[in-house]
């Protein structure tokens, strides 16, 4: 399994960014799927977690600017970033949790490589 995460880059504060992240391999029963962030000298916290049905959840300091999505049939989690603030700049990793064949009750979690976002003041 393995996750692609792209869409980082620089923006100015108040812009916004899109983080996309793709999922590929056998992978089955995902749920849930997200997105966490580490900002240089802390430690990895999260940001939004989405299911399956399409329940989020939000850290405090993103709800309202931030808005997560998912396509199941593309295994693909999305970010939409807006308003962004200098707070936001992190590195943001894409995550879910699944079971892979030959046991596919058997659930992980698997990691993107992280995209860099950067906030400009």
């Known amino acids: 399994v393995q996750l692609q995460a792209s869409g980082g880059g620089l923006v100015q504060a108040g812009g916004s960014l899109k983080l996309s992240c793709v999922a590929s391999?056998?992978?089955?029963?995902?749920?849930?799927m997200g997105w966490y962030r580490q900002a240089p000298g802390k430690q990895r916290e999260m940001v939004a977690t989405i299911t399956s049905g399409g329940s989020t959840n939000y850290d405090d300091s993103v709800k309202g600017r931030f808005t997560i999505s998912r396509d199941n049939a593309k295994n693909t989690v999305y970010l939409e970033m807006n308003s962004l603030k200098p707070e936001d700049a992190a590195v943001y990793y894409c995550?879910?949790?699944?079971?892979?064949?030959?046991?596919?009750?058997?659930?992980?979690?698997?990691w993107g490589q992280g995209t860099q976002v950067t906030v400009s003041s």
């Open positions: 995550y879910l949790v699944g079971g892979t064949w030959p046991r596919p009750n058997v659930r992980k979690t698997y």
């Open positions: 391999g056998s992978i089955f029963s995902i749920d849930p």
